[in-house]
C-alpha cells in the first residue's frame, strides 16, 4: 500500500479481554513507532522499532502492554487484560530515516474498553 | 514531565485572519522541531519543521519562527481559511534519543469562514 495501514479501525472490547492491533508500515521504512493519543493529552510515545528490534520501549505504560515486529515490515501491539483507562486511539507511523526524519502516520486504531 | 508545552490548547480565527500557535521546550539537545497536522479521523501529517540553524522558515502560508536562547518556536498561519481547521501539534527531537519526537497536546483550530 501507498501509506501506513492499521487495523481495526475501531475496536469496542470489554474489561479484562486481550486485544491485537496491527500495524502495516510503508515498504522500506526501517523505524516503526507506536503512540498513544488520548483526549488532551497529545500523542504519548510508547515504543521505538529499528529492524525488529526495539531499542526503546520505555514508553509502555504497564506490563499489559507488548509489542513485537516481524520481518522488519509488520508490527503488532498487544495489550493484554484490558482497562478502561486503555480506552484511546492508537497510531502507529513508520519512517525510513531512524534520525529526526518525517513520521507517516497511519489513521489510528481506536480503542474503546467497556 | 512534560517537555514540550503547547498553547492555547483552541483556537477560533476568523478566515484572512492570522493563526499562531506557541511551543516551549526544555531540553537542550532538541535539535528537530517539526509541525504535524490532524484532520478527524486522520492519523497527524508533517506540515513543517526547522532545525535550530535559522531562526525562520517558510513555507507558503505556513510560517515556523525559532527562538533558540527561549527555547520556543511557533507557528504562523497566513490568511487562515477554513480547510485549515485541524488539531496542530508542535514536536521535538534530538540529542541521544534523537529518534523519538516528543509532542505537544496540540491545539485545535477553527477558522470560520
Known amino acids: 500500500g501507498a501509506g501506513v495501514s492499521q487495523s481495526p479501525s475501531n475496536k469496542v472490547t470489554e474489561k479484562g479481554k486481550d486485544v491485537e492491533l496491527r500495524c502495516d508500515p510503508i515498504?522500506?521504512?526501517?523505524?516503526l513507532y507506536w503512540y498513544r493519543q488520548s483526549l488532551g493529552q497529545g500523542l504519548e510515545f510508547l515504543i521505538y522499532?529499528?529492524?525488529?528490534?526495539?531499542?526503546?520501549k520505555s514508553g509502555l505504560p504497564s506490563d499489559r502492554f507488548s509489542a513485537e515486529r516481524t520481518g522488519g515490515s509488520v508490527s503488532t501491539l498487544t495489550i493484554q487484560r484490558t482497562q478502561q483507562e486503555d480506552s484511546a486511539v492508537y497510531l502507529c507511523?513508520?519512517?525510513?530515516?531512524?534520525?529526526?526524519?518525517?513520521?507517516?502516520f497511519g489513521e489510528g486504531s481506536r480503542l474503546t474498553v467497556l | 514531565q512534560q517537555q514540550v508545552k503547547q498553547s492555547p490548547q483552541s483556537l477560533i480565527v476568523q478566515k484572512g485572519g492570522i493563526s499562531i500557535i506557541n511551543c516551549a521546550y526544555e531540553n537542550t539537545a532538541f535539535d528537530y522541531f517539526p509541525w504535524y497536522q490532524q484532520f478527524p479521523g486522520k492519523g497527524p501529517a508533517l506540515l513543517i519543521a526547522i532545525r535550530p540553524d535559522v531562526s525562520e522558515k517558510k513555507e507558503g502560508r505556513f510560517t515556523i519562527s525559532f527562538n533558540k536562547s527561549a527555547k520556543q518556536f511557533s507557528l504562523h498561519i497566513m490568511d487562515s481559511q477554513p480547510g485549515d481547521s485541524a488539531t496542530y501539534f508542535c514536536a521535538a527531537s534530538g540529542g541521544g534519543s534523537n529518534y523519538k519526537l516528543t509532542f505537544g497536546k496540540g491545539t485545535l483550530l477553527t477558522v470560520n469562514p
Open positions: 522499532f529499528q529492524g525488529n528490534s526495539a531499542p526503546d
Open positions: 515498504s522500506g521504512h526501517t523505524a
Open positions: 507511523a513508520s519512517s525510513w530515516l531512524p534520525q529526526g526524519g518525517e513520521l507517516f
